[in-house]
């Protein structure tokens, strides 16, 4: 019986890896072969030198640059405006009302929220360009910090900020002695997180963007179209690498903030 049981654990912890890490080595691994046939379990002919020629060419180049560049623009500006409005609404009498509204961008998907505001950035001359993707994207990132932060403004954190004020302080010294300290690991977290919805956002991207932002998603599904496995896994490849490196950046934070002395 007790057999049967860890059998089972032991499967259900290995289909659990399986899922969560096949992924992260199924792809790359597609990315190094051009021959990866049944019944061998690993490619059969491995092909590091197609990265080069993936690589320099100036297409691809372009496309990382401006997925980096969004998604670091959508992270600075959605963090800290998602975490001053989630201020305003965690202590405003109808909280429950305005957090009911941040949750409107995810009511549809961001291809049908896209396509309803096509008209409003046609109207606007932001179709097409830079400028207007960023804009759509930081709507879902600062919607998405906003819902976020809400929580971490309690009361505790309101009788903090009062005591500052009674200790003769000002709104900015509670705001940078006592209060970002508080949100330091929040922060963070959230800035990884809304790096993430740009860097892996395709839908809003290919439609405010009408194929003229190509970032990485749109190349790999460029890639997928055009019956290109190889290609397709090299830019699948750079696309998931971003999020393993903050997912072990996250986890090491998360120790160091653990060995603190409290």
Known sequence: MFEARGTRRFLAVAAALAFCLGPYLLVPLLSLTNN??????????WQAQHWSHFLTGSAMV?????????????????????????????????????????????????????????????????????????????????????????????DHKRRLEELVYTLGGNRRQAFTQVLLPLFREPLLICAFQTFLISWTQYGTTLLIGAGKVQTLPLKVYDFVAEANPQYAAMAATLLILPPALLIWFNRKLALISSQEPL
């Not at 990866?36 to 002919?45: A, I, K, N, Q, V």
């Not at 396509?115 to 046609?122: A, F, I, N, P």
Request: aromatic content about 16%.
């Open 62 to 154: 372009d496309s990382i640059g401006i997925s980096l560049l969004i998604s670091l623009l959508v992270c600075a500006v959605a963090t800290p405006l998602g975490f001053l409005a989630a201020r305003y609404v965690a202590y405003h009498p109808r909280r429950e009302q305005l957090l009911i509204t941040a949750y409107a961008p995810y009511v549809f998907s961001p291809v049908i929220l896209a396509t309803v505001l096509l008209y409003l950035y046609l109207k606007l001359d932001l179709v097409g360009s830079m400028l207007g993707v960023l804009a759509a994207q930081i709507m879902f990132a600062a919607g998405f910090a906003l819902i976020f932060f809400v929580p971490f403004w309690n």
């Open 36 to 45: 990866w046939r049944f019944p061998h379990l690993l490619p059969t002919d």
